[in-house]
C-alpha cells in the first residue's frame, strides 16, 4: 500500500521558520517527482515546489520562491519542505505528492498524494 506522511507542521509567528517532511512507504520514491501543494480554507490547491527525480532540478511558486526550499533524500525515501520567512498568508495545509511527470505544477498530474499538515501562521 503505498503511502505518502508528512509531518512538521504546526503554529508559527510571522518571520519565522518551519520544516515540513514526508515520509513514502510502498513505493520508490527515486521514481518519482516530488512536489509540495498548499490549500487554505475557501482556496484551491496551490503548487508550492517541484523537485526532479534524482533532486536535480528544483522549481518554487511565485509566493513562495526565495523564502520556501524544496529537499529530498530518496536514499530515505523522503523529501521536505524548508520554510522561512513566514507571513500569516502561508497559513494553509500542506501536502506532498508524488508524480510520474517529469515536471509538472499541476495538481492533476500528480498520482500519489499524503494526508495533508496544517501549517498556521500567527502572532
Known amino acids: 500500500q503505498v503511502s505518502l506522511v508528512e509531518s512538521g507542521g504546526g503554529l508559527a509567528q510571522p518571520g519565522g521558520s518551519l520544516r515540513l517532511s514526508c515520509a513514502a512507504s510502498g513505493l520508490d520514491l527515486s521514481n518519482y517527482a516530488m512536489g509540495w501543494f498548499r490549500q487554505a480554507p475557501g482556496k484551491e490547491r496551490e503548487f508550492v515546489a517541484f523537485?526532479?527525480?534524482?533532486?536535480?532540478?528544483?522549481w518554487e511558486g511565485d509566493s513562495v520562491r526565495g523564502r520556501f526550499t524544496i529537499s529530498r533524500d530518496n536514499a530515505k525515501n523522503a523529501g521536505s519542505l524548508q520554510m522561512s520567512s513566514l507571513k500569516p498568508e502561508d497559513t494553509a495545509v500542506y501536502y506532498c505528492?508524488?508524480?510520474?511527470?517529469?515536471?509538472?505544477?499541476?495538481?492533476?498530474?500528480?498520482?500519489?498524494w499524503g494526508q495533508g499538515t496544517q501549517v498556521t501562521v500567527s502572532s
Open positions: 505528492a508524488a508524480s510520474s511527470s517529469v515536471f509538472t505544477t499541476s495538481p492533476d498530474n500528480y498520482q500519489f
Open positions: 523537485i526532479s527525480k534524482n533532486g536535480g532540478a528544483t
